[in-house]
């Protein structure tokens, strides 16, 4: 399979403090991997190299093909990007955010204007069209999110725990969109602190103070550390026990 993101003892330093500390992992294309940690084990810092955002101290990395230490603006214009606290303007109207995200993207404004149709109808959004991003429900703004990250069919998509706040099943829709992208070839990037959606991932890597503690597909780790669940597996490597619980 092809390699869509590499990285090779990537690290980020802040004067003496090491957010990011010499991590090395290859993702394939189309492949959906969970990146986990627990608030300040330094996946956002790594994400934020990888989509081009923040150079790194010291190491190598590649994002669709370009060095993220070099071409940079380059590896902007072949992702797409969606967090949980910032991915639409919620003073627009949900068509004002598609049609602005798009053209940032260099889409032309026909094709916007027929894909956007398509979308609206597909998240039954039609008429609510004109209406304000901050009066549409969490679950419907994240779904619109994530279309809006990959309206301009990029080879690849971060998400930043992108599912935060909403209910099970808008989490549940959320994940079936995320599952026909990668059928459709995008390779998916995402953080997430539910540890049942890590289930949901092809491979997923555990970041423990700024290195990767543990990397591979979430039945070979559960088996590895000898736990039921991804939360035992997350709590073990963080703890520093492995004993069986």
């Not at 008429?127 to 069919?153: C, E, M, N």
Request: aromatic fraction near 12%; glycine fraction near 8%.
């Amino acid at each position: 399979m092809e390699q869509v993101i590499i990285t090779n003892n990537l690290t980020k330093k802040f004067g003496s403090f090491t957010a990011v500390d010499n991590i090395s992992f290859y993702v394939e294309k189309g492949e959906i991997f969970g990146f986990l940690g627990a608030n300040g084990a330094g996946k956002t810092t790594a994400m934020r190299m990888l989509c081009g955002l923040s150079k790194p101290t010291s190491g190598s990395g590649s994002v669709a093909g370009y060095d993220i230490s070099k071409e940079y603006e380059k590896i902007k214009k072949n992702i797409g990007y969606m967090s949980q606290k910032f991915s639409l303007y919620e003073d627009l109207t949900v068509a004002e955010n598609i049609k602005l995200f798009a053209g940032i993207y260099g889409m032309p404004l026909k094709k916007i204007k027929e894909k956007s149709a398509h979308i609206l109808e597909r998240l039954e959004l039609t008429d609510r069209k004109d209406t304000l991003v901050k009066y549409i429900p969490t679950g419907w703004k994240q779904k619109l999110a994530f279309s809006v990250a990959v309206f301009h069919d990029p080879k690849i998509v971060f998400l930043d725990e992108p599912t935060g706040g909403v209910d099970p099943e808008a989490r549940r829709q959320f994940w079936e969109m995320i599952y026909e992208a990668a059928d459709n070839g995008i390779t998916i990037f995402v953080t997430t602190h539910y540890m049942d959606e890590a289930e949901y991932c092809d491979r997923i890597s555990i970041m423990v103070q700024g290195k990767i503690a543990a990397l591979a597909a979430p039945k070979d780790m559960k088996k590895e550390y000898g736990a039921a669940t991804m939360d035992k597996v997350f709590r073990k490597l963080v703890a520093g026990t492995f004993n069986q619980e």
